[in-house]
Structures are given as structure tokens and as C-alpha cells.
């Protein structure tokens, strides 16, 4: 069936540190996947996509890594700030009879120590 | 741009008492929103697409009848929790699909609303 799996809860990095989260999803099939920030109390921020037919993505202090062959997902965030701090949810675009859906994962905490 | 907005941001009712969440996209027309809920330290579930003008698609263990879902403008998506219980006190939070771009998948999310059943 469908899933997307984390495999870190939680993550505690020092200020100024990269951090990567990880993510693996199990259908083969999807072909678009999301990052997304969540604070406290607050909806999901976007912060990078990614298409299957690319390995990589690069924003503003962010990397977004496909591994389509273990299908694996990386979330690189390079000099984390304590703005930083935050639950992050990978997600996966699935096709369904009625159009697509996300399916996110479990989520993982990030903890930034100053 | 593409900016989602919930009202109201948290709700306290009683048992038996019905709710309505409003979603509206504020700068752009979506053809497709979706609902979702979210329980204390756990991730989003997707409850139901609902596709503006047509019937809202549940995912399969969401009660259609407790979770009314109307998208009635292409701005404006309501949910309504009938009859309330104490088990349903969660995050609820909705997305939007902007209609020009719905080939990229994108989906805009709200800040959530909050409810609490007591």
C-alpha cells in the first residue's frame, strides 16, 4: 500500500550545522514530492518540490535529494538557524481514480541548539 | 501570492453541537481543495477531496455524513462537523489547488483551525 515513512522523529543540531532529514516512500509510482515546514499551531509552509524525473533541487539554503532506485527522499538544510526549528513532513504526490492526493509521512522534529 | 485562509483559527463547542470551518483562497480561484486533520504529535490525514461544484470525495473511513463538505465557489470550501464528540477535537486543516496550475500538483495550505469538543 501506500506509505511514507520517516526514519528519524527527531533531530537536534547545533546552530550553524547542516541538517538532513530523511524520508522513504514506497510507491513506485509517484512522480512529485513536497517538503513542508510546520510550526507550532500553524498550517504546512512549503519549502521545495521535487519531479521524479530529477535527483536533485536546490533553493535558498535547501536541497531536496531523490533517490528513485531505494526510493529515498533527503531534505538538506544547510547553516540551520534557530528559525529553523520545526516539525518537517516529506510528501508524496499519489494519482488516484479522482486526481491526485498528497500522502505525507510521519513527520520529524528538528531541534536547533543555539 | 496563493495565500489560504481558514476561519475560524479555533473553536471550543459542546458534544452534539455542530461546527463549520470556512476555507477560501484569498488571491487566486481553486478548483480543487482538500481537507485534512491532524492529531496532537502526528502527521496530516487526508479526509476528503472536494472539487468546486460536485460532490466531495472521502477517503475511506471518513464518515461523509458527520463531515459535510461543500464547495460551493471556486474561493470557498466549508466543512461542517455534525454532531460533534470529544473524538473529534483535532487540527483541521485545508488546502487549495490553484485552477491554472492544477497540471503542477501544487497545494496551498491554511493556517488550521483548532477545534475543541468538550
Known amino acids: 500500500g501506500e506509505s511514507v515513512g520517516l526514519h528519524l522523529p527527531t533531530l537536534s543540531v547545533q546552530e550553524g550545522d547542516n541538517s538532513i532529514i530523511n524520508c522513504a516512500y514506497s510507491?513506485?509510482?509517484?512522480?512529485?514530492f513536497i517538503w513542508y515546514k510546520q510550526e507550532s499551531g500553524k498550517g504546512p509552509q512549503f519549502i521545495i518540490d521535487?519531479?521524479?524525473?530529477?535527483d536533485k533541487r536546490q533553493g535558498q539554503r535547501v536541497t531536496v535529494l531523490l533517490n528513485k532506485t531505494v526510493k529515498h527522499l533527503s531534505l538538506q538544510i544547510a547553516a540551520t538557524q534557530p528559525g529553523d526549528s520545526a516539525v518537517y513532513f516529506c510528501?508524496?504526490?499519489?494519482?488516484?481514480?479522482?486526481?491526485?492526493?498528497?500522502?505525507f509521512g510521519a513527520g520529524t522534529i528538528l531541534r536547533v541548539k543555539s | 501570492g496563493a495565500v489560504v485562509s481558514q476561519h475560524p483559527s479555533r473553536v471550543i463547542c459542546k458534544s452534539g453541537t455542530s461546527v463549520k470551518i470556512e476555507c477560501r483562497s484569498l488571491?487566486?480561484?481553486?478548483?480543487?481543495m482538500f481537507w485534512y486533520r491532524q492529531f496532537p504529535k502526528q502527521s496530516l490525514m487526508l479526509m476528503a477531496t472536494?472539487?468546486?461544484?460536485?460532490?466531495?470525495?472521502?477517503e475511506q473511513g471518513v464518515e461523509k455524513d458527520k463531515f459535510l463538505i461543500n464547495h460551493a465557489s471556486l474561493t470557498l470550501s466549508t466543512l461542517t462537523v455534525t454532531s460533534a464528540h470529544p473524538e473529534d477535537s483535532s487540527f483541521y486543516i485545508c488546502?487549495?489547488?490553484?485552477?491554472?496550475?492544477?497540471?503542477?500538483?501544487?497545494?496551498?495550505f491554511g493556517p488550521g483551525t483548532r477545534l475543541t469538543v468538550l
Open positions: 488546502s487549495a489547488r490553484e485552477w491554472r496550475l492544477a497540471s503542477t500538483d501544487t497545494q496551498y
Open positions: 510507491n513506485s509510482a509517484s512522480d512529485y
Open positions: 521535487i519531479r521524479s524525473n530529477m
Open positions: 510528501a508524496e504526490n499519489t494519482l488516484q481514480e479522482y486526481g491526485n492526493k498528497l500522502v
Open positions: 488571491d487566486f480561484q481553486a478548483t480543487t
Open positions: 472536494s472539487n468546486e461544484g460536485s460532490k466531495a470525495t472521502y
